[in-house]
Structure formats: C-alpha cells, structure tokens
C-alpha cells in the first residue's frame, strides 16, 4: 500500500502515526478535514498494539474539495491493509442507529472515493480494502461486519468498485 499512500502521491494529505492508540476527528465545521485528535474529543480509534506505522489520509477538504464531487472523509492503512472510513453524524441516536439513508450516503461516498483513487493511483488489489461506515456521536461497539439485512450494500460494494469488505463502527484494531 505503500507504492500509493506516501507524501509524494498525496502531499499534504498524508500523516503517519505509530502510537498505541490513534484518534481521528471529524470536525463539525464545513471545509476542514479530519484531524488526529485525542481520547478526550474523536469520531474514530485505530488501535495499533504493535506500534507499525499507520498512514492517515485526509480525502474530504483535503485530497479532494467540494468540486471533485461525493468523497468520503479519510483512509488509515499500514503496508497491507487500507480502510476507507466515512463518518456520519446522528441526531437521534436511537432512530438513527439503524437509519438506512445514513448508511447509503456513507457507503456512496466511500464508493466515489474508491472508484476515485483506483483510477488515479491504480489500486489493483482489493482483497485488503475496506469501507468502514463510522457513527456518531460515538457508537460503542468495535468495528464489525454489517449485519446480513445489510446484504444488498455489500453487494452493491463490490459491483461498483470490487471492495468485497463492509464494516460498521468507531473502532478498529491493525494487528496483522
């Protein structure tokens, strides 16, 4: 993942990170992208037991404007996996848990990025892709794969852009 996530394709863009635990948050203000934050204040936790280096791309206000079309908000990868993540922001956390149109914009978005960078930067290899749909306020649960109802999205996945991998959550953990 390397030969495509590094300063010299995304300038800019691109922070890495070895710490333990890595937050990221999703800015309520139009126009700034994501930012590494701290367990006080974020949307998102990557937690890296091993302590590998873990690249954060900043993709929406930052990769791609709001020109460039539908995108989602960042990508966090280490050498064999990327995930694309998009953070949806919830009103009513018991109605909007299961809200449909919440998850079908988020997975649009990560689709149009997808389709965006395997264009541009020849992402090949889809095996060790993955879209992660991230709530919240945070939701408390681990990231995990989408329940079976959610079928048709997984389908539509990889029919669109071949990333056979649908996760939802505000958490995941790189020990590969």
């Not at 863009?13 to 333990?20: A, L, P, S």
């Not at 930067?121 to 306020?137: E, Q």
């Not at 669109?160 to 790189?174: D, H, Q, R, V």
Request: hydrophobic share 30%.
């Amino acid at each position: 993942m390397k030969n495509i996530f590094n300063n010299n394709n995304f300038p800019n863009c691109i922070e890495t990170e070895t710490e333990k635990i890595i937050y990221i948050k999703d800015p309520d203000t139009s126009g700034s992208p994501c930012i590494i934050s701290n367990a006080n204040d974020f949307d998102f936790q990557i937690n890296n037991p091993k302590q590998k280096e873990i690249v954060f791309l900043k993709i929406d206000s930052c990769l791609f404007n709001s020109q460039d079309g539908r995108k989602c908000d960042f990508s966090i990868n280490d050498e064999k996996v990327v995930c694309f993540v998009e953070v949806k922001k919830l009103k009513d956390f018991t109605n909007s848990w299961k809200s449909d149109s919440k998850k079908d914009d988020a997975l649009d978005q990560i689709i149009q990025t997808i389709k965006k960078i395997k264009t541009n930067y020849n992402l090949t290899d889809m095996r060790n892709v993955f879209a992660i749909i991230c709530l919240k306020p945070n939701v408390p649960t681990h990231t995990q794969i989408i329940q079976t109802a959610d079928q048709v999205r997984i389908n539509n996945l990889l029919s669109e852009c071949g990333c056979p991998n649908l996760y939802i959550g505000n958490e995941i953990t790189f020990n590969n």
